[in-house]
């Protein structure tokens, strides 16, 4: 079923199948990273840093404004890679359609609601006011922009899921060299183009985003993959959501959902913290996860992808020892990779920092953050590869429960070690709830980088036992039934 384009996991060596998918994931990663990269150098060239602030600020809000529209997305990247390991192309057809009108959908009425609540979401980033204002100009074109990002995930994930990992770098790269003359133009202002500031960063991101998912819908409808996207159907009756496939997606995609709405949740809690150093910690915060960080993310990120091929393909070829040993070596691939680069991070920590900010105060919280969180990029790199396995076997729930259970923990431990063991339930409660004034600040700023790290290697952790346990488990099972059948056979 594969062509040039497209990888099947199901046969060959799986390290070999995991570095062939994950490589060109890992450049689009790197590549997508550098839109907020781009916002990050364009509008700190004005040396406002205020607007430095509010992008940090819009990092946790847009993790959250985003987070339901990839329910369906998700879903169907699984689902689909699945139904290409089994050798069904009219299902994959069938799942590419629903996947399409109902994430554009659910799209349009999430960016109502996201300017509707703009005001409220601000609130929440416990900003200054005059950061404040700078976050609203972003967000409200980056809502009003939503279903062209929805689209963009629609057709990266059916791209991936057929083994396809290349396709979506080149429409990454023409995406970002448009992000990049928009960005000069619109942020700083060309000609007789006013420079619009971090409402041009907005628009940048906005108009090039749109472009893979738009390019990428005409490659799949004219048949650059391995199906007919309107095998036995034509017309605008096919492209009518089927309800059962959409109820399959949304059972896998919700909890990936939930997973990314509690870490925006908790990224948004930790920058309220931040907030309480001041707004220099905050930006410093932001450069450090959004600005730098984003490297060893990217890795990470392409063995997820690679993890949720391989093992959703194995598993819909039934070829479950398969898809596990995949998602072992996925992620110790991620691993090795992640921490390679959290190597950098620990050597030159001042010229990255200084890559994104100028400003010296930022500057300083952010070194402190590209330094400690250089020692646990591996722990980062496996569990998000980790991640990716249980979401492509449509285990997301189990997904949830580990990563959004350890993220959630991320704001008692840095309740604690900020405002001390005495101020631990008012913190809570405060940044939670916003109940009260918050405690009085008693630890550094390094507390929130050292909550991050060792939740991260919690849940490097508990994948690892998870997944060795089910490892066992299959083992037991094949025992069995080689027992079973030798027994058939002797009588």
């Not at 998918?21 to 060239?45: K, R």
Request: hydrophobic share 55%; proline share 3%; net charge positive.
């Amino acid at each position: 079923m594969a062509r040039a384009s497209t990888v099947d996991t199901t046969e060959g060596s799986l390290a070999g199948r995991s570095a062939q998918l994950a490589w060109p994931a890992v450049l689009q990663a790197i590549l997508a990273n550098f839109y907020a990269f781009n916002d990050f150098v364009f509008v700190g060239m004005l040396g406002d840093a205020a607007a430095t602030a509010a992008l940090s600020a819009c990092f946790a809000l847009l993790i959250l404004h985003f987070t339901f529209i990839k329910v369906f997305p998700v879903g169907a990247t699984a689902l689909i890679a699945q139904a290409f390991g089994a050798r069904k192309p009219e299902r994959i057809g069938a799942l590419f359609r629903s996947a399409v009108t109902t994430t554009m959908g659910l799209s349009l009425l999430i960016a109502v609601a996201g300017v509707w609540a703009m005001p409220w979401f601000v609130s929440l980033a416990n900003v200054t006011p005059e950061v404040g204002i700078h976050v609203a100009d972003y967000l409200r074109i980056i809502y009003w922009a939503t279903p062209t990002f929805a689209l963009m995930l629609v057709v990266v994930g059916v791209f991936r899921a057929c083994g396809d990992t290349r396709t979506p770098l080149f429409l990454e790269i023409g995406s970002l060299l448009v992000n990049i003359v928009l960005n000069f133009i619109l942020v700083l202002g060309w000609g007789p183009i006013p420079a619009m500031g971090i409402e041009g960063a907005a628009l940048a991101t906005a108009l090039s985003r749109g472009l893979p998912g738009i390019v990428g819908l005409w490659m799949i409808l004219r048949g650059d993959l391995d199906f007919d996207p309107m095998a036995g159907v034509r017309g605008l009756i096919a492209w009518r959501p089927d309800l059962d496939l959409s109820r399959q997606m949304a059972a896998i995609g919700i909890f990936e959902a939930l997973s990314g709405l509690i870490y925006g949740g908790v990224y948004l809690m930790l920058n309220r913290m931040a907030g309480e150093l001041g707004s220099a910690a905050q930006g410093g915060l932001g450069a450090g996860l959004r600005g730098i960080e984003w490297i060893g993310f990217a890795f990470g990120s392409g063995f997820l992808t690679a993890s949720i091929s391989i093992v959703g393909q194995n598993v819909g070829a039934g070829k479950m020892d398969r898809a596990w040993g995949g998602a072992w070596i996925s992620a110790g691939l991620s691993a090795l990779c992640c921490q390679l680069v959290g190597l950098i991070f620990i050597l030159f920590p001042e010229p990255l920092s200084r890559m994104v900010t100028d400003d010296l105060d930022t500057l300083r919280y952010a070194m402190i953050y590209v330094y400690y969180i250089g020692w646990v990029m591996w722990a980062v790199g496996f569990e998000m590869s980790m991640f990716g396995a249980m979401v492509g076997a449509g285990q997301s729930r189990t997904a949830l429960a580990v990563s959004g259970g350890y993220n959630l923990l991320r704001i008692p431990l840095a309740a604690g070690l900020l405002f001390g063991l005495e101020g631990l339930i008012d913190g809570v409660r405060w940044v939670t709830l916003g109940a009260a004034d918050a405690p009085a600040v008693v630890g550094p700023f390094a507390a929130l980088v050292w909550t991050i790290g060792l939740t991260s290697v919690l849940k490097a952790v508990t994948y690892a036992l998870i997944l060795s346990a089910r490892w066992r488990a299959l083992k037991r099972s094949q025992a069995t039934t080689r027992v079973r059948g030798a027994r058939s056979v002797r009588m």
